[in-house]
């Protein structure tokens, strides 16, 4: 198990930095086009530089953030005792899912089943091997990837909370690190 989560999240990175470089590489391209005198600006550079970085931004939270990486407010939950952490941190998940939950059939809708986004499309890029124009809700997908993903993460966290207790905090890191630096100084 732990192989495949190693090569999972290895391929979510990889993912996420090649649409970096795509984003990096086209915008030197707007640059080059953009200055050098016998070049015409090309239009679709910024389009897909927003593309893909809202791709990048909703990719990313979704598969590489962890969970102990977003910013928290956990004042409270730093003061509490550990099974009082437990109720708080499934209680946390619980509602996150909810809202996810509830949220989802109206933001699909908006997102897949409305006419309006099939019918609007992104004037200056094509798909290369069709040659037609990318339709406006391929911006907003990746938002709803995110909602599902996130969903399914927290389900895992309420799993885990009630099987292994709530997870460890930097305090508690680093208070067991300094507690293993001091054992180990001691001996």
Known sequence: MKTLSKWFTRGTEFIAAMALAAIFITFL??????????????GWSVVLISLLWVFVIFFGC????????HVTFDVVYLAASQPVRKVLAVMTAICVIAAMIYSFPAIYETVFANRLMELKKIQTIRVPITGGKIA?????????MLMV??????IWRI???IRFGPP????DA???SETSQA?????
């Open 183 to 187: 054992e180990e100084a001691g001996k």
């Open 168 to 171: 460890e905090t930097e305090i």
């Open 62 to 69: 979704s598969f590489i953030v962890r969970e102990q990486d």
């Open 174 to 176: 680093l208070i067991s």
């Open 29 to 42: 391209l707007q640059i080059v086009f953009r200055y050098v005198p016998f070049l015409e600006p090309i």
């Open 159 to 161: 799993y885990t909370v």
């Open 149 to 154: 993903v996130v969903t399914l993460r927290y």
């Open 136 to 144: 406006i809700k391929w911006l907003f997908a990746p938002f709803v």
